[in-house]
């Protein structure tokens, strides 16, 4: 990878990452008001995210390649300025339903400040880890392989299942005592 081309790596895994943490933090502050305002109950949101997520899990647990949709502008967008950072890539990519849900779900259930605190600083974090990824993606891809990857993303398809599980039943669960 030619100088030039690492240089145009990094930017846009920097772009992407900001993108990231500032739609989390967006999420964090203001999607459950939206919730309120539109009278959808957090138990809905995890029954949907749960969903969301299993089915994100069993396309991982196949390592099928996600496959997002884009509306035309989207593509357009993409093609027209050459920078993916945004749009498709931050955002349905790396910030889309499933981190949507996740990120209100966490939301509504930290209620001290340290638990807000802590959130704040974990969404930190994971912007930071996915600018070393975007950053290093081929060196990493290439130490490890094709197969390297597919088993890294049959594991991670478990635990986001397993999230998406609980998320549903502590959805069902809620709305089933009310």
Not at 72 to 81: L, Q, R
Not at 85 to 101: K, N, Q, Y
Not at 125 to 143: A, C, F, Q, R, T
Not at 150 to 171: D, H, I, K, P, T
């Amino acid at each position: 990878v030619s100088l030039v081309e690492s240089e145009d790596i990094r930017r846009v895994a920097r772009r992407a990452s900001l993108v990231v943490f500032f739609s989390f933090l967006l999420t964090f502050l203001f999607g459950l008001g939206l919730l309120e305002i539109l009278h959808i109950s957090i138990s809905s949101v995890k029954i949907f995210g749960g969903i969301v997520l299993l089915q994100m899990a069993f396309e991982m647990l196949q390592a099928k390649v996600p496959h997002m949709k884009h509306t035309e502008e989207e593509k357009t967008a993409a093609v027209e300025k050459f920078d993916v950072s945004f749009i498709p890539l931050a955002i349905p990519v790396l910030f889309g339903p499933g981190a949507l849900t996740t990120t209100l779900i966490f939301r509504s259930e930290a209620s001290s400040v340290i638990g807000k605190l802590n959130l704040v600083i974990a969404f930190s974090l994971l912007s930071i880890v996915v600018y070393i990824v975007l950053s290093s993606g081929e060196k990493l891809s290439s130490k490890i392989g094709i197969t390297g990857i597919n088993v890294f993303v049959r594991l991670m398809g478990l635990v986001v299942g397993a999230l998406g599980s609980q998320f549903v039943v502590e959805g069902v669960k809620h709305l089933w005592t009310i």
